[in-house]
């Protein structure tokens, strides 16, 4: 395939990079996807270790799901809502996170999880960092879709500053390396229509969380 996305790129800090508009030539199927997905794993609003319930509903498919109670922050083979294994990934979220991985420089990147969030305007992700997974030389690849979001993107202490990004429909993003442990969130979503989803945004988080 051709490089189309070439003048798309940027680079948001060293080993994080941003792909406008990779996901769009996908988006049909992405959204047919998350919907099979969520039917077999409803959407669920989990609750810190503190004790507070998450404005973003989330949801998984892969091979195992990262979860979230009093207990703590883990991953699980099962889903605690329905007690089944979480649906498989579908090829269509494979072959895009692989790729995307791959256009940033990350050969094979083969998830095992892929988080599905989603946000409603009033609901945010405060800032936080990703570090439950086992292999921290591999990378994450996010997905943004409908509403658009203003993503924070700080340093390696949650004191430092942050960077704003308006993340839009369509646009995927590659964190590893040296950007991979770094403190991020996403602003307060802001009320709009998107043609596709409606008033809301959803977001896919790829990982690798088992070795
Ligand atoms: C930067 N999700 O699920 S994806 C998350 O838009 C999460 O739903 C956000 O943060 C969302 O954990 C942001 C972008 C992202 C994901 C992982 C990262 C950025 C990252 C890991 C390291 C640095
Ligand atoms: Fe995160």
Redesign the pocket.
């Known amino acids: 395939m051709p490089d189309l996305f070439a003048e798309r790129r940027e680079t948001m800090a060293a080993g994080a990079v941003l792909l406008r508009g990779f996901a769009l030539p996908r988006e049909t199927a992405l959204l047919a996807a998350i919907e099979a997905v969520a039917a077999e794993a409803p959407f669920r609003h989990m609750m810190t270790p503190g004790g507070y319930t998450m404005s973003v509903a989330m949801t998984t498919c892969g091979s195992v799901g990262w979860v979230t109670d009093r207990k703590g922050y883990r991953y699980s083979p099962t889903d605690p809502t329905t007690g089944r294994p979480w649906p498989p990934m579908p090829i269509c979220f494979q072959s895009l996170a692989a790729e995307a991985a791959a256009e940033a420089g990350y050969r094979d990147f083969q998830p095992d999880s892929c988080?599905i969030?989603r946000y409603e305007p009033g609901t945010k992700?405060s800032l936080h960092q990703?570090q439950d997974e086992l292999d921290m030389s591999q990378p994450?690849v996010?997905v943004?879709l409908g509403l658009p979001?203003t993503?924070l993107f700080g340093g390696a202490k949650r004191g430092d500053p942050t960077a704003k990004y308006p993340l839009v429909h369509g646009d995927v993003?590659v964190?590893g390396g040296p950007?991979?442990?770094?403190f991020?969130g996403?602003a307060t979503l802001k009320d709009g229509n998107h043609p596709l989803l409606g008033e809301k945004r959803i977001?896919l988080?790829f990982r690798r969380a088992l070795g």
């Open positions: 988080l969030n992700l990703d994450i996010s943004s979001a993503f993003a964190w950007s991979r442990l770094t991020h996403v977001n988080t």
